[in-house]
């Protein structure tokens, strides 16, 4: 009887796991549902679709011996984790560098620098700069429930060598638009700022590029699918065409 009690005491147990497992399940799915319909962004955002693709290449090349991010502080400043590395990726961003020439004083003999500028076809003095490019390192971190991955963009000498726990040389990360940036390099209005703004430049140029070639193929018949819709359209045969090449239909 005792033996008959313990298996019926035992099975009963078991239902209610799975009943339990069953309705946190549940529970689990419609607030991922709720997030990804109502909180995840799904609009076109050109600088979100550049994070996207950069997660993307990070995870590519993921090195398996990668473990945590932690950013490292100092005396002052305790050791901090970030998170869990998914993967990484090194970049080349333009820069814009802004062009002085030296002026010296004929009287005290010291130099200043002062910025070139130069004329546009508007009579406007603008400054002259050159164009050139930085290595960044990107950081894929696993973000937390039902929060997305991070992008973190450093330089290479900002971070320890890759390999297991990885530090970066900071006290906190500071967010730009769509990446997260050490707080000795977010003020790097010459690099950060004109390589996100470049990013965003040629992606909405491919995209328009795209847009154009499907109006084009419309245009020229060549797209399939809206010929056939077109062509479906002209067989279409309203009472007003029917009474024109009937003129013995009473109206």
Same mark, same amino acid.
């Given at each position: 009887? &005792? $033996?008959?009690?313990? /298996? ?13 497992? *069953? ?5 689990? *799915?419609?607030?991922? %549902?709720? &997030?990804? %319909? ?21 995870? #590519? *090349? ?8 932690? $950013? !490292? ?5 305790? #050791? ?22 030296? +002026? ?6 010291? +130099? ?14 603008? /400054?002259?700069?050159?164009?050139? !490019? ?42 730009? !638009?769509?990446? &997260? ?19 965003? @430049? ?21 797209? /399939? #699918?809206?010929?056939?819709? +077109?062509?479906?359209? !002209? *067989? $279409? @045969? ?14």
């Amino acid at each position: 009887m &005792w $033996v008959v009690f313990g /298996a019926r005491s035992i099975t009963k147990g078991i239902f209610i796991f799975f009943e339990i497992l *069953l309705v946190l399940g549940t529970l689990f *799915l419609l607030a991922y %549902l709720f &997030w990804y %319909l109502f909180i995840k962004k799904s609009k076109f955002d050109v600088n979100y679709v550049n994070k996207t693709k950069i997660m993307d290449a990070c995870t #590519r *090349l993921k090195r398996p011996i990668l473990k945590d991010l932690y $950013v !490292s502080g100092d005396k002052g400043w305790t #050791r901090s984790k970030v998170g869990k590395i998914k993967g990484i990726c090194r970049i080349s961003v333009p820069t814009r560098n802004y062009i002085y020439d030296d +002026i010296i004083d004929e009287k005290t003999g010291t +130099i200043t620098k002062k910025l070139r500028t130069t004329q546009n076809e508007r009579g406007e003095q603008i /400054a002259e700069y050159d164009i050139g !490019s930085v290595e960044q390192d990107c950081f894929r971190v696993k973000g937390g429930l039902f929060e997305e991955d991070i992008v973190i963009r450093t330089n290479p000498e900002d971070h320890s060598q890759l390999i297991g726990d990885v530090n970066l040389f900071g006290y906190s990360l500071i967010p730009i !638009s769509e990446y &997260w940036f050490l707080n000795n390099d977010h003020l790097d209005v010459r690099k950060l700022d004109y390589a996100i703004l470049k990013e965003a @430049e040629r992606t909405v140029a491919f995209v328009t590029m795209t847009d154009m070639k499907e109006i084009v193929d419309k245009a020229t018949g060549v797209d /399939a #699918r809206h010929k056939k819709i +077109i062509e479906g359209k !002209s *067989l $279409v @045969e309203t009472p007003e065409t029917n009474r024109m090449g009937n003129p013995q239909t009473p109206y």
